[in-house]
């Protein structure tokens, strides 16, 4: 497996991207890098290494071929080799970027995101990891049935920042629907109450353009979890560069076009339905007859998101977080205070006994 060690010119410390200069910074002589730098600096490097990489990676798929009929079981198993310690490290067969366990620098495993598994774009870590701490405690503070002793920045020293694989789709397609709309009326006339029921046969049609629809690329992540802190700023994307994962780790696809396209093209059409039925707003009810589409123009973009995510055990539990790496957004389920639900079930007893006692003098 190909590895790829960003280190900075000057000292040859390892080099990550931080979130807050947007810059690659070393940790070791504190000397910043703008990206234009970096990429030139390794472009030479990545072009010589491609050849290399792509014998490795055939050879290596030989000897997986091999082992996987020789033990069965190593299946999503991956070792790596670190370039600067010279550690062997066994990683999951989707990961991307990671960090050495022995001398902790940075390493990006190079044949994982090269040929049709290069991403079109990245978006860059925005939040650093200390301020993606801050924006979740800050929500912390605002949970008052939270147990205490659950928002500790103890807890999140195993904080990792992963870029997470997304499809994103835009679409350009005409669209058809015919329906039925109801106008219904009521008048008085004299003591007499009528309803009039006009029925209309309703025809639209147009060119629809739907853009930023997304999935996941990944199958063993956590759907929902990922799903709620979207919204991305995709305007913030970059052309995919293996520089911004220096310092964090990434995951690699697993699920292809073909594995998301039902999907979403079944999101696609809903939504086309849902234009073409926000022109018929002046009917009481409207019930579609046909809906058809035709695809005129479509593009997907492979996308590398930024979520910082952390998991870790409260009382026996688990409790999986993810904070939006761009936007600060939190998601995950919170411990709950039996404490304080008691104290909060013991005022609502003492207020409806309160009441009742009151309603009984009102009525002496």
Known sequence: MATVNYKCPNCGGPLKFNPDKQMFSC????????????????????????????????????AEQQNQQDEGELEDAVVYTCPSCGAEVVTTESTAATTCFYCQNPVVLGGRLSGKFKPNRIIPFALSKEKAIEKFLEMCKKKWFLAKGFASKNQFEKLTGVYFPYWYVDSQRQANMTATGEKVRTYRVGSKRYTETSVFRLVRSGDLIVKNVFERALKSQDRDMLQCVHPFDLSKAHDFSMSYLSGFQAEKRDLEQSDVNAEVQKRMQDYCKELLKDTMKDFTSVRVENYNDRIDLESWNYTLLPVWVVTYKYNGKIYPFAINGQTGKTYGMLPTSKAKLAILFAIIAVAVFALGLLGGLLLL
């Open 27 to 62: 940790e070791y002589c504190m000397s910043d890098f703008e990206e234009q730098k970096i990429q030139q600096m390794y472009a030479e490097r990545e072009a010589k290494q491609s050849q290399a990489e792509k014998a490795e990676a055939e050879a290596q798929q030989r």
